[in-house]
């Protein structure tokens, strides 16, 4: 599904347009959102509460985003 026609919209679109292997996009994105994670997490002292504020997001999906990213947060 693509919001101007023409235009790859998901990762595998994107990365079949631009001779990447599908899963390369998906890794970068994820790479860029666990870091954005971890610097909010040091910044509030691992208070997951105040860092799910700052990210705008609710306190459910940012543990879930940590799960499935393999952030130790305990050694933040």
């Given at each position: ?6 235009l790859?919209?998901n ?5 079949q347009?631009?001779g ?7 890794s970068?994105?994820e ?34 985003k940590?799960k ?6 305990e050694?933040?």
């Open positions: 599904m693509s919001c101007i026609p023409g790859p919209w990762t595998a679109e994107v990365s347009a631009f990447r292997s599908e899963g390369y996009y998906q970068v994105i790479e860029q959102e666990r870091s954005i994670i971890v610097k909010a997490l040091i910044k509030n002292r691992g208070n997951k509460a105040k860092t799910a504020r700052m990210l705008n997001m609710q306190r459910s999906v940012l543990y879930k940590i499935r990213l393999k952030i130790d947060a050694l933040l």
